[in-house]
């Protein structure tokens, strides 16, 4: 399995939010739901139209942990859900392919790492990378890793910093910093 990374700089998130936009609504709807909250693509995918329509929360039973999550609507998604899902049905897949089917992993995979490629990141990429630069970027404001620790159900902070690239990070740092 290889392990992807979080986009740490916000200008290459802006890059990527340009690339989806040029493509459609509903790939810059999945990488603003994946940056913005935290989910599991496949939580993501699962979503349908009902889930996010005029609400204030997302509520949902995450696939892999089987725990009940509720996630408020912050005020970048609230108006592009409500953009988006104008004149759709509760019922259907929020995000559909244009046979109408509910998009697929890889294929929101491919979405993710073409728009990346697109926009000129170097980084290993891939759909966990939303999940992840969410994480960065909340440590990175907040410098609160047990919040992190809860949203992420991690058992520990350790694997909370690893698993957003800070122990990494500052690993590099001090060797950069590091001069004898």
Do not use: W
Not at 17 to 41: D, M, P, T
Not at 80 to 98: A, C, S, V
Not at 118 to 123: I, S
């Amino acid at each position: 399995m290889t392990v992807v990374e979080p986009i740490r700089n916000k200008k290459d998130i802006k890059k990527v939010e340009k690339v989806l936009a040029s493509q459609s609504e509903r790939n810059l709807l999945l990488f603003a739901i994946g940056i913005n909250c935290g989910l599991r693509v496949s939580d993501i995918l699962a979503l349908n139209v009902g889930d996010v329509k005029g609400q204030d929360y997302i509520r949902l039973i995450e696939k892999k942990t089987g725990k009940f999550r509720k996630i408020p609507v912050n005020l970048k998604l609230k108006p592009m859900f409500e953009r988006y899902t104008k004149g759709k049905t509760f019922d259907e897949p929020l995000f559909k392919t244009i046979f109408k089917n509910r998009l697929q992993r890889f294929a929101a995979y491919y979405i993710i790492r073409r728009a990346c490629k697109e926009a000129g990141l170097c980084e290993k990429i891939g759909t966990h990378s939303m999940r992840k630069t969410f994480g960065y970027h909340h440590y990175k404001k907040f410098k609160d890793v047990a919040m992190l620790q809860k949203i992420f159900n991690h058992s520990s902070p350790q694997i909370t910093l690893r698993y957003i690239g800070i122990e990494q990070e500052e690993i590099e740092e001090s060797y950069a910093n590091f001069i004898l």
